[in-house]
C-alpha cells in the first residue's frame, strides 16, 4: 500500500558526490521516519541515516561529515547528499519508510528496491 522510488544512484569517483531521492507514495496518513540503509557485497544491511517527523537525523559513524539527510514532508521526500564518496561507499542504497496509514493505527515500515552507488578509486 506505500511504494517507494528511489532515483540518483550511479557511478562516481572517489571523492565526487551524488545525491539520491526517495518519494513515497500511496494511503500515507502520516510518517514519522525516514532514512536510508545500504547493503555492499558480503555484508549486512546497516543504517546510514535517518531522519525524523521533528526533523531529528541519526548518521552511522563512517558517514558522519559527509553525508546530509533531509526530507520534504509535503512531498512524503527524502533526500541523502553524498559528498566525499570513498571507494568503501560502494553498496545497494535503500530507502526506508515508517509511518501510518489512512484508517490505520498500525506502524507500517516499507523499503524502496534499492539503487546501486558504485565509487571507484
Known amino acids: 500500500q506505500v511504494q517507494l522510488v528511489e532515483s540518483g544512484g550511479g557511478l562516481v569517483q572517489a571523492g565526487g558526490s551524488l545525491r539520491l531521492s526517495c518519494v513515497a507514495s500511496g494511503r500515507i496518513r502520516s510518517i514519522m521516519v525516514m532514512g536510508w540503509y545500504r547493503q555492499a557485497p558480503g555484508k549486512e544491511r546497516e543504517l546510514v541515516a535517518t531522519?525524523?517527523?521533528?526533523?531529528?537525523?541519526n548518521y552511522a559513524d563512517s558517514v558522519k561529515g559527509r553525508f546530509t539527510v533531509s526530507r520534504d514532508s509535503a512531498k512524503n521526500t527524502v533526500l541523502l547528499q553524498m559528498n566525499s564518496l570513498k571507494p568503501e561507499d560502494t553498496a545497494v542504497y535503500c530507502c526506508n519508510v515508517n509511518g501510518y496509514l489512512i484508517g490505520s493505527f498500525s506502524l507500517f515500515r516499507s523499503w524502496g528496491q534499492g539503487t546501486q552507488v558504485t565509487v571507484s578509486s
Open positions: 531522519i525524523t517527523n521533528g526533523g531529528n537525523t
